[in-house]
Protein backbone atom coordinates (compact mmCIF):
# COMPACT_ATOMS: atom_id res chain seq x y z
CA UNK A 1 0.00 0.00 0.00
CA UNK A 2 2.69 2.39 1.04
CA UNK A 3 4.29 1.56 -2.84
CA UNK A 4 1.27 2.67 -4.56
CA UNK A 5 1.14 5.68 -2.12
CA UNK A 6 4.67 7.10 -3.39
CA UNK A 7 3.86 5.94 -6.79
CA UNK A 8 0.79 8.47 -6.58
CA UNK A 9 2.70 10.95 -5.48
CA UNK A 10 5.43 11.06 -7.43
CA UNK A 11 3.24 11.14 -10.70
CA UNK A 12 1.31 13.83 -9.54
CA UNK A 13 4.53 15.81 -8.50
CA UNK A 14 5.95 15.13 -12.02
CA UNK A 15 2.59 16.45 -13.74
CA UNK A 16 2.66 19.58 -11.81
CA UNK A 17 6.02 20.17 -12.51
CA UNK A 18 5.59 19.55 -16.25
CA UNK A 19 2.33 21.61 -15.87
CA UNK A 20 4.22 24.27 -14.69
CA UNK A 21 4.88 27.08 -16.75
CA UNK A 22 8.37 28.14 -18.28
CA UNK A 23 9.89 31.86 -17.74
CA UNK A 24 9.34 34.33 -15.56
CA UNK A 25 7.42 32.12 -12.98
CA UNK A 26 9.96 32.46 -10.85
CA UNK A 27 11.69 35.33 -12.08
CA UNK A 28 13.05 38.92 -9.79
CA UNK A 29 11.63 42.01 -10.41
CA UNK A 30 12.24 45.79 -9.31
CA UNK A 31 10.34 47.89 -9.10
CA UNK A 32 11.48 51.78 -9.90
CA UNK A 33 10.86 54.94 -11.13
CA UNK A 34 11.86 57.39 -13.83
CA UNK A 35 12.23 61.24 -12.66
CA UNK A 36 10.39 64.18 -14.75
CA UNK A 37 13.53 64.89 -17.26
CA UNK A 38 13.18 63.22 -20.86
CA UNK A 39 16.57 61.64 -20.70
CA UNK A 40 15.84 59.89 -17.34
CA UNK A 41 17.44 56.51 -17.35
CA UNK A 42 17.61 53.86 -14.55
CA UNK A 43 21.07 51.72 -14.66
CA UNK A 44 21.04 48.74 -12.95
CA UNK A 45 23.96 45.42 -12.90
CA UNK A 46 22.92 42.46 -12.60
CA UNK A 47 25.07 39.75 -12.08
CA UNK A 48 24.67 36.07 -13.23
CA UNK A 49 26.36 33.13 -10.92
CA UNK A 50 26.32 29.21 -10.97
CA UNK A 51 23.78 28.71 -7.37
CA UNK A 52 24.23 25.09 -7.99
CA UNK A 53 20.76 24.88 -10.64
CA UNK A 54 24.19 25.28 -13.32
CA UNK A 55 25.80 27.73 -15.03
CA UNK A 56 24.05 30.64 -16.55
CA UNK A 57 23.82 31.31 -20.10
CA UNK A 58 21.72 34.31 -19.98
CA UNK A 59 19.56 36.88 -18.84
CA UNK A 60 16.31 37.62 -20.09
CA UNK A 61 14.00 40.99 -19.10
CA UNK A 62 10.87 42.94 -20.08
CA UNK A 63 9.49 45.90 -18.41
CA UNK A 64 6.18 46.89 -17.34
CA UNK A 65 5.46 50.33 -17.91
CA UNK A 66 3.02 50.88 -14.58
CA UNK A 67 2.04 54.44 -14.92
CA UNK A 68 -2.37 55.00 -15.77
CA UNK A 69 -2.86 56.79 -18.18
CA UNK A 70 0.90 57.68 -19.61
CA UNK A 71 1.68 58.96 -23.22
CA UNK A 72 5.15 57.51 -22.74
CA UNK A 73 6.57 54.25 -23.44
CA UNK A 74 9.07 52.42 -21.59
CA UNK A 75 11.99 50.72 -22.46
CA UNK A 76 14.94 47.96 -20.86
CA UNK A 77 17.70 47.76 -22.37
CA UNK A 78 19.96 44.49 -21.55
CA UNK A 79 24.04 44.68 -22.48
CA UNK A 80 26.60 42.61 -21.91
CA UNK A 81 30.29 42.54 -24.32
CA UNK A 82 29.27 43.30 -27.64
CA UNK A 83 25.67 42.49 -27.58
CA UNK A 84 22.84 44.53 -26.81
CA UNK A 85 18.73 44.23 -27.59
CA UNK A 86 15.67 46.26 -26.54
CA UNK A 87 12.84 45.83 -25.53
CA UNK A 88 9.47 48.42 -25.26
CA UNK A 89 5.99 48.44 -23.67
CA UNK A 90 4.27 50.77 -25.48
CA UNK A 91 0.95 50.08 -23.31
CA UNK A 92 0.92 52.07 -19.97
CA UNK A 93 -0.70 50.69 -17.16
CA UNK A 94 -2.15 47.63 -18.01
CA UNK A 95 -0.91 43.84 -16.40
CA UNK A 96 1.06 43.44 -19.67
CA UNK A 97 5.15 43.69 -19.81
CA UNK A 98 6.82 44.28 -22.57
CA UNK A 99 8.45 41.29 -25.10
CA UNK A 100 10.99 39.27 -23.05
CA UNK A 101 14.53 39.64 -24.35
CA UNK A 102 17.33 38.07 -23.84
CA UNK A 103 20.99 38.42 -24.19
CA UNK A 104 23.91 35.20 -24.45
CA UNK A 105 26.48 36.30 -22.35
CA UNK A 106 27.48 33.43 -19.74
CA UNK A 107 28.14 34.17 -16.26
CA UNK A 108 29.54 37.40 -14.91
CA UNK A 109 27.41 40.93 -14.73
CA UNK A 110 25.18 42.07 -17.14
CA UNK A 111 23.80 46.14 -17.71
CA UNK A 112 20.00 47.22 -18.00
CA UNK A 113 18.96 50.32 -18.39
CA UNK A 114 15.49 51.91 -18.12
CA UNK A 115 14.60 55.03 -20.07
CA UNK A 116 11.08 56.37 -21.11
CA UNK A 117 10.18 58.21 -24.23
CA UNK A 118 9.50 61.95 -23.32
CA UNK A 119 9.35 64.13 -20.19
CA UNK A 120 7.24 63.17 -17.56
CA UNK A 121 7.73 60.92 -14.63
CA UNK A 122 7.03 56.93 -14.72
CA UNK A 123 6.56 54.22 -12.61
CA UNK A 124 8.06 50.79 -13.89
CA UNK A 125 8.41 46.91 -13.20
CA UNK A 126 11.69 44.94 -14.25
CA UNK A 127 11.63 41.30 -15.01
CA UNK A 128 14.48 39.64 -15.18
CA UNK A 129 16.38 36.69 -14.69
CA UNK A 130 19.39 34.71 -15.40
CA UNK A 131 18.69 30.99 -17.02
CA UNK A 132 20.83 28.01 -17.80
CA UNK A 133 20.64 27.58 -21.41
CA UNK A 134 20.82 29.88 -24.40
CA UNK A 135 17.72 32.39 -25.78
CA UNK A 136 16.53 32.46 -22.44
CA UNK A 137 15.54 28.75 -21.86
CA UNK A 138 16.62 26.52 -19.60
CA UNK A 139 16.45 26.79 -15.37
CA UNK A 140 16.47 29.83 -13.77
CA UNK A 141 20.10 30.14 -11.85
CA UNK A 142 22.06 32.99 -9.52
CA UNK A 143 20.34 35.77 -9.72
CA UNK A 144 21.52 39.60 -8.31
CA UNK A 145 21.03 43.04 -8.52
CA UNK A 146 22.78 46.37 -7.91
CA UNK A 147 21.04 49.25 -8.59
CA UNK A 148 23.62 51.98 -9.96
CA UNK A 149 21.97 55.10 -11.58
CA UNK A 150 18.13 56.49 -9.91
CA UNK A 151 17.29 59.22 -12.10
Known sequence: MKAENLRTT??????????????FAVAHTQNGSLGEGAGATDYYQVSCTDDGNGMPASLAAQVTNKSAASAQDVSVLVHRGVAAIN????????????????VNGGDGVYNLFVTKTGPGGENYTITFHCMTEADGGGIHTGTTIVFRQNQ
Open 10 to 23: LAASCILLLAHPAG
Open 87 to 102: STDANAGDAVGSPVVF
